[in-house]
T-cell receptor, first 117, second 113 residues
Framework: TQLLEQSPQFLSIQEGENLTVYCNSS?????LQWYRQEPGEGPVLLVT?????EVKKLKRLTFQFGDARKDSSLHITAAQTGDTGLYLC?????????????????FGQGTILTVHP | EAQVTQNPRYLITVTGKKLTVTCSQN?????MSWYRQDPGLGLRQIYY???????DKGDVPEGYKVSRKEKRNFPLILESPSPNQTSLYFC????????????FGPGTRLLVL
């Protein structure tokens, strides 16, 4: 089983500050997804990165996939209280017609972000 | 509206009493999964199904069963629940390919006494 180490586990910051969440593995993933989860709800997909070195932006959120496709980061600029939530990274194993992976997702432990006013 | 529904949302039961958590999706997705979420451990896959009558174990399958008799439904069965199965459970679905968007249900919070 491939493992994803996500850090930090907890992050408490003031509104307006910048932050970065990291997702690291020793394994190569065919793609990596970032999710956000609010209390009482299921995770919601924010972005999927596929190509090594890819950078995607979603308003104040910037997602990067490492060149070797083993790591990823989520950077939030000028955090707002509405960014508070649990952020999860998930790596998709390479599709393997002869095996059983078929894009199985492996999740990191999650980062609980609290943005204070 | 694309939707994954789970029932019940909350369940308190006692050790050994069989229970079923239902999951249904309206997107005609091939791939469905069950996850459990525990503090500090993230989401761990219990079972998954690539299509009707095709199911396989995930990372933590012990104590659980699933079935996929229809494409839209993927129930999770706990034949003899134990306290270590107290957790938050999520059903999810997506199209066949791994890069497709995965949609999660709202979760079922289970407490086994």
């Amino acid at each position: 089983t491939q493992l994803l180490e996500q850090s930090p586990q907890f992050l408490s910051i003031q509104e307006g500050e910048n932050l970065t969440v990291y997702c690291n593995s020793s394994s190569v993933f065919s793609s990596l997804q970032w999710y956000r989860q609010e209390p009482g709800e299921g995770p919601v997909l924010l972005v999927t990165v596929v190509t090594g070195g890819e950078v995607k932006k979603l308003k104040r959120l910037t997602f990067q996939f490492g060149d070797a496709r083993k790591d990823s980061s989520l950077h939030i600029t000028a955090a707002q209280t509405g960014d508070t939530g649990l952020y999860l990274c998930a790596g998709s194993e390479s599709l393997n017609a002869g095996g059983t992976s078929y894009g199985k997702l492996t999740f990191g432990q999650g980062t609980i972000l609290t943005v204070h006013p | 509206e694309a939707q994954v529904t789970q029932n019940p949302r909350y369940l308190i039961t006692v050790t050994g009493k069989k229970l079923t958590v239902t999951c249904s999706q309206n997107m005609n997705h091939e791939y469905m999964s069950w996850y459990r979420q525990d503090p500090g451990l993230g989401l761990r896959q219990i079972y998954y199904s690539m299509n009707v009558e095709v199911t396989d174990k995930g990372d933590v399958p012990e104590g659980y069963k699933v079935s996929r008799k229809e494409k839209r439904n993927f129930p999770l069965i706990l034949e003899s629940p134990s306290p270590n199965q107290t957790s938050l459970y999520f059903c999810a679905s997506r199209g066949f390919w791994g890069q497709e968007t995965q949609y999660f249900g709202p979760g079922t919070r289970l407490l086994v006494l």
